[in-house]
């Protein structure tokens, strides 16, 4: 025999309660035995014994027995007594009787009287206690249990909100519910029960209809049908019910179902299909764009106009997804409000652009949010309006703007608008630049007031506040408005009201800046001055060319003539030195006038070697004179200086014009220094560039006011000056310049405020040494001629002698003539055979360049010599030079005019 071993797994059955047991006998040997016998069957059984009346009404009267075992025959009672007694106050309580003395006739009594099991007191049937106990105990059990099922049952029946029926195959009720009486108005649920389902309906086709697809087992079992309550209402009924078909046969045998009053459902639902059909209308009739989006971007609906304006189909939105349609310049951000929406964030305000089918770009503004299901987002809904012609309307009307803005901004003067109260509202960027602002918006909310000069805030002089005021337009040519910094602008100006309604609302003010028309008018009176100074120096140079030509004439006469009269008296006869005199006063009365004449720009430069320190030796007198008592003059020489190549006069007049300048620079007097040196030049200054080489620097310096950076940036303009009117030309150092630049050389100029003034003059030093000043000579042998024969041709009579005399008196065959026409005759008559033509520029009936070519032409191999004592147009310069013709200037000296023919014949003068 195999042991069973008890699963370790295996759950253990729930205890069974002990049962509470009364047991009824009055025989302490037999109630022994039998609760020894049930202790067996029932661990833990409670045995309550009752041997006597008292004791059995506590037992009975306790009311928490399981189960009653009498005996029949009690020494008080009897055991059907015992039975009664219980039944009567314990209906649900088993009982046994367990008895020796009974018999057939007290079994059947007992049983009929509701005894459960019966049990004779013998050997042969004790063993069936504990079993007929058992048996007992679960009937009794599973008799609750189903009297609280029913309980229960009808608990949840009569309870519950929905009626329910049970009804005959005929459709009487047979059972009903409190639900079911209440919805259909009776009274009591007796005065439903018989009454026919079918009467009620309001439509009695209906029933049969139902019934039958009831029958036939369609699945749709639901009906809902218009009724009529008891109590005349009409209302609307849910009706579900199974049918329950007879034993034998399909026949229904009864129906049982539900009844439900959706009457308030029902009007409900027709009030939210009304307004569904509202909000459907209200939606497809929307002219805003309304639309319902997936997380993934795939359209769940839109609405008409949706479709309308983008020009999709509900085809199209079957395969396309937001980002499609989104305007790629803004998708990034479209697609993150979305995002944001979706992690809950509320999107108010939202601007987009979508894309439509033909590929319009439409402009959206509205607004986005997200639908929530159990806490997950399912959707995004969007609402737009098409903003396209406004964001358009807007653009052109930003350009128009825009325009307007540029177009004020772009005007050169200054616009600025107030209100009525005078604060300004705008302002262009003319009028903030004009007003020393850095931006116009510096200048809005200031008061107008604060721009106009101290004096005339508020007042009269303040064209807004007059025109405030007046309501009529003001201006004025010349004004004064404050810059922000407190500097005054003087401007032209114009102030006009803005009206409406025929009120001065505020006014618009527009200036100008005048204060170069200021300069200009201050500029257009000192060129008028200084176009009537140059008109007088322009008259004095006419002049000076008239009277130079004359005058060289006449000191050509006094300088030949003495030159001749020296070669005839000896030195040691006082005459000779009287004469002597006589010449030196005549070269430097041609000096004066060179110098008067490059004054007036009418002299051409001749270039010579020339020795600084020489010059201003011969100078020191004349500046001593010149600049005054009070001032000293100091000289501080090169030792060996290297000569330069210059024009002599214009030299002079650089030295004068600088010891001039600097005499005015120190009105109180000081010291004048002239200063030359030898200068090599390798890294040539900016002022020169590319000047290398050797070079004699002449300075002259002065201890005197000095000049500021401003002053020296003008000090070589023309007509420039520091002093005041009537007390100088500017002239003077622009002279020095332009003869400085002519001589190929530059000028430094230092100098600061209570320092003095240097001015440092580069000449470029000259290949040949300079030559002794110019005298008469004693010997003039080797100017002599050979018996060359000369047509000289002059119509001043002085100048013509003294040209024959020294001529014929030094080796050569002169012919003098008076003018071109006796000039051509002498040459007929000659036949030509001239050696060299020595004519004056300017004759009374031809030019002297006509005359050479008219001779040169007809004979070849003669000789030119021009002179001349005009030196502007009438000396023809520029053609003399291009005919690269020999020329002598008027005043010359014997030996000049000597060495002139003697290098126009060819010889070595």
Known sequence: MTKKTKDPTARAAPAEPAPRILLVDDDPDDRELVTRELRKEFPGVEVRQASDPGALDAGIAAGDLDLVITDYQLHWTTGLDVLRSVRRRLPDVPVLMFTGTGNEEVAVAAMKAGLDDYILKSPKHFVRLAAAARSALDKAAAKQARRRAERRYQALFQNLPVGLFRCDADGRFTDVNRALVRILGAPAPG?????????????????????????????????????????????????????????????????????????????????????????????????????SVAPDGTFLFVNRSWKEVLGYTDEDLETLKLQDIIDPACREACLRHIQEALEGKAMPHVETIFRAKDGRAVHLEGSCNSKYVEGRPVSTRGIFRDVTHRKAAEAALARLLRRHELILNSAGEGIIGVDAGGSVTFANTAAAALLGAGDPAALTGRDVDEFWLAGEAGGPGNPVRVTLAQGRPHRAEDAGLRRLDGSPLPVEYRATPILEDGEVTGAVLTFSDISERKRAW???????????HAQKMEAIGTLAGGVAHDFNNLLTAIQGYTDLALLKIPEEDPVHADLRYIHRAAVRAGNLVRQLLLFSRRQPMEFTSID????????????????????????????????VRGDAANVDQVIMNLAVNAR????????????????????????????????????????????????????????????????????????????????????DVRSEPGRGTAFTVYFPAAATAAGPEDRPRADLGGLRGRGERILLVEDEASV????????????????????????????????????????????????????????AARAPGMKVLLTSGYTDQKAQWRHIREAAVPFLQKPFTLEALLAAVKNALGGTP
């Open 800 to 855: 013509r002698d003294f040209a024959a005399m020294a001529l014929a008196g030094n080796g050569y065959e002169v012919t003098a003539a008076a003018s071109g026409a006796e000039a051509r005759e002498c040459f007929e008559s000659a036949g030509g055979g001239f050696d060299l033509l020595l004519s004056d520029v300017v004759l009374p009936d031809a030019t002297g360049l006509d005359l050479v070519r008219d001779l």
């Open 522 to 532: 201050q500029e257009r009176e000192r060129m008028q001055a200084q176009l009537l």
């Open 612 to 643: 600084l320190n020489a010059t201003i030796r011969d100078l020191l007198k004349m500046l001593t004179r010149l600049i005054g008592e009070d001032i000293t003059v100091e000289t501080d020489l090169e030792p060996a200086p290297w000569p």
């Open 191 to 291: 005065t439903l029960v018989g009454r026919r389902l079918p009467d009620l309906f309001l439509d009695p086709e209906v029933y049969p209809l139902w019934i039958k697809a009831l029958l036939d087992g369609e699945a749709e079992t639901a009906l809902e049908t218009r009724l009529r309550a008891l109590d005349g209402r009409i209302l609307w009924a849910e009706l579900h019910a199974a049918p329950v078909r007879a034993e034998e046969g399909d026949a229904l045998d009864h129906l049982e179902g539900t009844l439900e009053d959706v009457t308030e459902r029902r009007e409900t639902a027709e009030a939210l299909k009304e307004r569904e059909e509202l909000f459907r209308d209200l939606f497809e009739n929307a002219s805003d764009l309304i639309q």
């Open 664 to 747: 005015d620079a120190m009105p109180e007097g000081g010291v004048l220094t002239l200063r030359t040196r030898n200068v090599r030049v390798e890294d040539p200054p900016e002022a020169a560039p590319g000047r290398r080489g050797r070079f004699v620097a002449l300075t002259v310096a002065d201890t005197g006011l000095g000049m500021d950076a401003e002053t020296l940036s003008h000090v070589f303009e023309p007509f420039f000056t520091t002093k005041e009117a009537g007390r100088g030309t500017g002239l003077g150092l622009s002279v020095v310049y332009g003869i400085v630049q002519e001589h190929g050389g530059w000028i």
